[in-house]
């Protein structure tokens, strides 16, 4: 039975900062990604960042270049979302996926496999 369970989301200022993680377990990742996600009340889910498995290559949204880092720790088969300079509009649901085989990349959300309950980023002005 895969899980990815995320921790970490809260409430903080603007300019604030967060660390989100994403415990998997289940499985062991030799290949494919793993994403993070978030959707905003009334909005459609939209893709943060990714990272490869294999070579940890990453991939951001362009409204967070600059100020998330994703990262992972493969002996834990933990994934991080740090969030620096955090704005209002980051507010939001924030889920992380796997991808086992290939990477869908920020675009083909029903292309993962498994996907976490999400964890609640509350950005305040």
């Known amino acids: 039975q895969v899980q990815l369970v995320e921790s970490g989301g809260g409430s903080v200022q603007a300019g604030g900062s967060l660390r989100l993680s994403c415990a998997a377990s289940?499985?062991?990742?030799?290949?494919?990604?793993m994403a993070w996600f978030r959707q905003a009340p009334g909005q459609d889910r939209e893709g943060v960042g990714v990272?490869?498995?294999?070579?940890?290559?990453?991939l951001y949204a362009d409204s967070v270049k600059g100020r998330f880092t994703i990262s992972q720790d493969n002996a834990k088969n933990t994934v991080y979302l740090r969030m620096n300079s955090l704005k209002p509009e980051d507010t939001g649901m924030y889920y992380c996926?796997?991808?086992?085989?290939?990477?869908?990349?920020?675009?083909?959300?029903?292309?993962?496999?498994?996907w976490g309950q999400g964890t609640q980023v509350t950005v305040s002005s």
């Open positions: 990272i490869t498995r294999i070579t940890g290559g990453t």
């Open positions: 289940g499985y062991t990742a030799t290949r494919g990604c």
């Open positions: 996926a796997a991808a086992l085989l290939f990477c869908p990349g920020l675009m083909q959300q029903a292309r993962y496999n498994y």
